[in-house]
């Protein structure tokens, strides 16, 4: 048997060797001769052939299944990777909600705008592509290459959703940038809406404004849109939620420049909701005449006087009827994207136009806080309404003089002491003198706390300050230094380290004229969706109550009538209706200036209006305050 399996006879000589049959041998007959040779040469390149053939085979197998299984097997999946690359998921922004006044009067609404943006994802992925493509876009819309960087990767390097690059694009050089940019992957001109504000009335501080969400605030609410308005200051961010709505989505067909095609109708689109709508308490007309007559008071105070606050509330109820701070400015200039060079502006301007001071200014209240010491030493029997003292020019305690402003002769009790803004009195009441004990200043710190100072109001707004009740402990912690009876006597007429913001006196304020309600004032009154449907009613939310009992508030609204038929707040006697005053001149930072405070109701019987004005450093209560309250009313009444 040759080496190819045949039979056949060996052919040359051959060297044999005997094997025993009971051995087993591993040796074989050779042929030695060149023939012999050449057949085994050609066994061995055989036998190569074969075993290249068999790998070529299996490659050829392996090759083929995984053609069968990408063209067969998972054509469903390929054929989706590559629908993948040409349709987009594109969001649609909700509609956001609009706000009006009491009676309907649009407040904050929207109107149409352009904005330059681009889709990530669609940018070049080359590294030098997308910077070409980079420095394209900063050219045409003349923003630094550096900014795009930024705002694109907040948004995320190859995010689906649009990052807005260029907000409120006048209609101009928005159709001029959109033939621009037309065969730029990835960058659009997007229509879009913005908000619109009234601008005439002093609302800026009470609505703030929106813009794009910030990379920070996106981080705290990730289901946000990086193109998204977001509210940033007023009602507009106390309200972010309600007025948001609902994005929605749809499926768009792209080209290879992530151009759109075509909108896929049908394919799993999702519809926006628009956001909610807010009716809020301020009467629009009213808030128009606080703002003029303020105004017009500050500047008939001096040139130097330049700032005030006027607010008025219902104190039946807590709601804000109108709130101005003044100066103030247009919110429409944040129109889309905030102004950096106007938003500076605004910052640098010593006035503080942005400061709200009906919220977050800080004040001593002066002889308007008289009201609440007087509630606390009836409630807690200091004084009764015939407690009467003799009250002299100035009480002297050691080497300490303590002043009345103005020399009141004879005998004076509590509702004349109101009238007439008696200091003597106020300090009796608040740290003793004379046959009156005086509450002392931890008992007086309580009072003051319980009718709302030393915390903020919990007015619907996005800033508030808590003002300052000071005390023994505080001093001594802060100051380091011990409390005096002089810190007392300071405290109950309203100065020394004693700090209130608007809001909360007004708030104090309301709890008199309505028998010992202390109501949280509420800017929103309610929350109706997109069909007009109330979504929402916000009631009246009484914080205490029963804190002062009735008789002792009568007291206390008594000494504030008399206040105005014959004593400081005589300038509203004229008014077509019954009402109740005290006037107020704060000291500050040993300033020769005063701050100019007056607080007023009406109707005295039936209270619907609870009004307070501050113009800082403007003098004296009655000579400067008082009058712009009177034309306020006076208008009110009257229409």
Same mark, same amino acid.
């Given at each position: 048997?040759?080496?190819?399996?045949?039979?056949?006879?060996?052919?040359?000589?051959?060297?044999?060797?005997?094997?025993?049959?009971?051995?087993?041998? #591993?040796?074989?007959?050779?042929?030695?001769?060149?023939?012999?040779?050449?057949?085994?040469?050609?066994?061995? &390149?055989?036998?190569?052939?074969?075993? !290249?053939?068999?790998?070529?085979?299996?490659?050829?197998?392996?090759?083929?299944? $995984?053609?069968?299984?990408?063209?067969?097997?998972?054509?469903? $999946?390929?054929?989706?990777?590559?629908?993948?690359?040409?349709?987009?998921?594109?969001?649609?922004?909700?509609?956001?909600?609009?706000?009006?006044?009491?009676?309907? =009067?649009?407040?904050?609404?929207?109107?149409?705008?352009?904005?330059?943006?681009?889709?990530?994802?669609?940018?070049?992925?080359?590294?030098?592509?997308?910077?070409?493509?980079?420095?394209?876009?900063?050219?045409?819309?003349?923003?630094?290459?550096?900014?795009?960087?930024?705002?694109?990767?907040?948004?995320?390097?190859?995010?689906?959703?649009?990052?807005?690059?260029?907000?409120?694009?006048?209609?101009?050089?928005?159709?001029?940038?959109?033939?621009? +940019?037309?065969?730029?992957?990835?960058?659009?001109?997007?229509?879009?809406?913005?908000?619109?504000?009234?601008?005439?009335?002093?609302?800026?501080?009470?609505?703030?404004?929106?813009?794009?969400?910030?990379?920070?605030?996106?981080?705290? *609410?990730?289901?946000?849109?990086?193109?998204?308005?977001?509210?940033?200051?007023?009602?507009?961010?106390?309200?972010? &939620?309600?007025?948001?709505?609902?994005?929605?989505?749809?499926?768009?067909?792209? #080209?290879?420049?992530?151009r759109i095609i075509q909108v896929l109708k049908d394919?799993?689109?999702?519809?926006? %909701?628009?956001?909610?709508?807010?009716?809020? *308490?301020?009467?629009?007309?009213?808030?128009?005449?606080?703002?003029?007559?303020? %105004?017009?008071?500050?500047?008939?105070?001096?040139?130097?006087?330049?700032?005030? %606050?006027?607010?008025?509330?219902?104190?039946?109820?807590?709601?804000?009827?109108?709130? =101005?701070?003044?100066p103030f400015y247009d919110n429409n200039i944040f129109?889309?994207? /905030?102004?950096?060079?106007?938003?500076?502006?605004?910052?640098?301007?010593?006035?503080?136009?942005?400061?709200?001071?009906? &919220?977050?200014?800080?004040?001593?209240?002066?002889? /308007?806080?008289?009201? =609440?010491?007087?509630?606390?030493?009836?409630?807690?029997?200091?004084?009764?309404?015939?407690?009467?003292?003799?009250?002299?020019?100035?009480?002297?305690?050691?080497?300490?003089?303590?002043?009345?402003?103005?020399?009141?002769?004879?005998?004076?009790? +509590?509702?004349?002491?109101?009238?007439?803004?008696?200091?003597?009195?106020?300090?009796? +009441?608040?740290?003793?003198?004379?046959?009156?004990?005086?509450?002392?200043?931890?008992?007086?710190?309580?009072?003051?706390?319980?009718?709302?100072?030393?915390? $903020?109001?919990?007015?619907?707004?996005?800033?508030?300050?808590?003002?300052?009740?000071?005390?023994?402990?505080? $001093?001594?912690?802060?100051?380091?230094?011990?409390?005096?009876?002089? #810190?007392?006597?300071?405290?109950?007429?309203?100065?020394?380290?004693?700090?209130?913001?608007?809001?909360?006196? %007004?708030?104090?304020?309301?709890?008199?004229?309505?028998?010992?309600?202390? !109501?949280?004032?509420? /800017?929103?009154?309610?929350?109706?969706?997109?069909?007009?449907? =109330?979504?929402?009613?916000?009631?009246?939310?009484?914080?205490?109550?029963?804190?002062?009992?009735?008789?002792?508030?009568?007291? +206390?609204?008594?000494?504030?009538?008399?206040?105005?038929?014959?004593?400081?707040?005589?300038?509203?006697?004229?008014?077509?209706?019954?009402?109740?005053?005290?006037?107020?001149?704060?000291?500050?930072?040993?300033?020769?200036?005063?701050?100019?405070?007056?607080?007023?109701?009406?109707?005295?019987?039936?209270?619907?209006?609870?009004?307070?004005?501050?113009?800082?450093?403007?003098?004296?209560?009655?000579?400067?305050?008082?009058?712009?309250?009177?034309?306020?009313?006076?208008?009110?009444?009257?229409?």
């Open positions: 048997m040759d080496i190819f399996g045949n039979f056949s006879a060996l052919i040359g000589e051959k060297r044999k060797r005997k094997v025993s049959l009971s051995e087993e041998s #591993d040796f074989q007959y050779q042929d030695v001769t060149l023939e012999g040779q050449s057949r085994i040469e050609e066994t061995q &390149t055989s036998r190569l052939s074969i075993y !290249l053939k068999l790998i070529i085979l299996i490659i050829f197998i392996a090759i083929g299944s $995984k053609l069968f299984y990408l063209q067969v097997i998972n054509a469903s $999946k390929s054929f989706n990777l590559a629908e993948g690359n040409r349709i987009r998921p594109r969001s649609i922004l909700s509609s956001r909600g609009v706000i009006t006044d009491s009676k309907g =009067v649009w407040l904050a609404r929207n109107k149409p705008s352009f904005a330059l943006g681009v889709y990530p994802s669609d940018l070049p992925r080359k590294k030098t592509e997308r910077e070409d493509l980079l420095n394209k876009i900063s050219a045409l819309a003349k923003i630094s290459k550096d900014e795009i960087k930024q705002k694109i990767e907040a948004n995320g390097e190859f995010s689906i959703d649009l990052t807005i690059l260029k907000a409120n694009l006048p209609r101009e050089e928005a159709l001029i940038l959109e033939e621009e +940019v037309a065969g730029l992957p990835g960058v659009v001109i997007s229509k879009r809406a913005i908000r619109e504000y009234k601008s005439d009335s002093g609302l800026a501080h009470i609505m703030g404004y929106t813009g794009i969400i910030s990379s920070d605030e996106l981080a705290k *609410n990730p289901n946000y849109l990086m193109s998204e308005e977001f509210g940033k200051a007023g009602i507009e961010k106390y309200y972010q &939620t309600e007025l948001r709505g609902d994005p929605g989505i749809e499926q768009v067909e792209v #080209d290879s420049r992530g394919f799993n689109n999702l519809q926006p %909701v628009g956001g909610n709508n807010l009716v809020l *308490n301020i009467d629009y007309d009213l808030q128009q005449k606080m703002t003029e007559k303020l %105004v017009s008071g500050i500047q008939s105070a001096g040139p130097e006087v330049n700032s005030g %606050v006027a607010v008025a509330i219902n104190p039946q109820t807590g709601a804000v009827l109108g709130m =101005v701070s003044v129109q889309g994207e /905030i102004n950096k060079s106007e938003y500076k502006r605004l910052l640098e301007d010593p006035s503080l136009p942005l400061l709200n001071r009906a &919220t977050m200014g800080t004040y001593p209240p002066g002889s /308007i806080i008289k009201i =609440v010491t007087a509630a606390a030493g009836l409630q807690e029997g200091i004084i009764t309404k015939n407690t009467s003292i003799e009250t002299p020019q100035e009480i002297v305690i050691g080497e300490w003089k303590f002043p009345d402003w103005k020399y009141h002769a004879g005998m004076s009790n +509590v509702t004349r002491a109101i009238a007439e803004s008696n200091n003597i009195f106020f300090y009796a +009441v608040g740290g003793g003198w004379d046959k009156i004990k005086g509450l002392g200043p931890d008992v007086l710190r309580n009072y003051l706390s319980t009718f709302g100072f030393g915390a $903020k109001s919990g007015v619907d707004l996005s800033s508030e300050a808590s003002g300052l009740v000071p005390g023994p402990e505080w $001093k001594k912690n802060y100051k380091g230094e011990n409390w005096y009876l002089g #810190d007392t006597y300071h405290v109950a007429i309203g100065q020394g380290d004693l700090l209130v913001t608007p809001i909360q006196m %007004v708030k104090a304020l309301s709890a008199v004229a309505n028998g010992g309600r202390l !109501l949280r004032p509420q /800017i929103l009154k309610e929350i109706t969706d997109v069909d007009g449907n =109330v979504v929402r009613n916000y009631s009246t939310e009484v914080e205490r109550d029963n804190f002062i009992s009735a008789e002792n508030i009568s007291i +206390v609204q008594q000494g504030m009538r008399e206040a105005v038929l014959y004593g400081s707040g005589r300038i509203l006697a004229d008014l077509p209706v019954s009402s109740a005053a005290k006037t107020g001149t704060a000291q500050f930072f040993n300033n020769q200036k005063t701050h100019a405070w007056f607080e007023c109701y009406a109707p005295y019987e039936n209270p619907e209006i609870a009004l307070v004005v501050l113009v800082e450093g403007g003098g004296g209560g009655y000579e400067v305050a008082s009058p712009i309250a009177h034309e306020i009313l006076q208008w009110h009444f009257s229409r």
